[in-house]
């Protein structure tokens, strides 16, 4: 099983690292370590984090205050979202339909 970013995630993604690398030089690219890190967590476990919707997951981070949105398919795990934990935390839903 592999993990694919919609485009919309990984624009968040590159937002969010960009940001980070900014505050501090390399702590986006630790951003980036652990997102990667989560992905394969939810490759190898995929029904392991909470449901927030019917078929949709969320799986926080562990140093980052960002949480992974995704939905697990018999083949691949879709990310939907890196969503901030504290900033709009339904504005994905929108996605879920489209994805």
Do not use: T
Request: one cysteine or more.
């Amino acid at each position: 099983m592999k993990a694919r970013f919609i485009a919309p995630a990984q624009h968040e993604l590159d937002e969010a690292a960009e940001y980070h690398n900014a505050k501090i030089p390399r702590l986006g690219d630790d951003l980036f370590d652990e997102v990667a890190a989560a992905a394969r967590r939810l490759c190898d476990f995929p029904e392991l984090w909470p449901k927030v919707r019917k078929n949709i997951r969320r799986c926080r981070l562990k140093r980052f205050p960002y949480s992974l949105i995704y939905r697990a398919d018999a083949e691949e795990i879709v990310i939907i979202a890196v969503m901030h934990n504290r900033q709009r935390p339904n504005y994905w839903r929108s996605r879920v339909a489209a994805h």
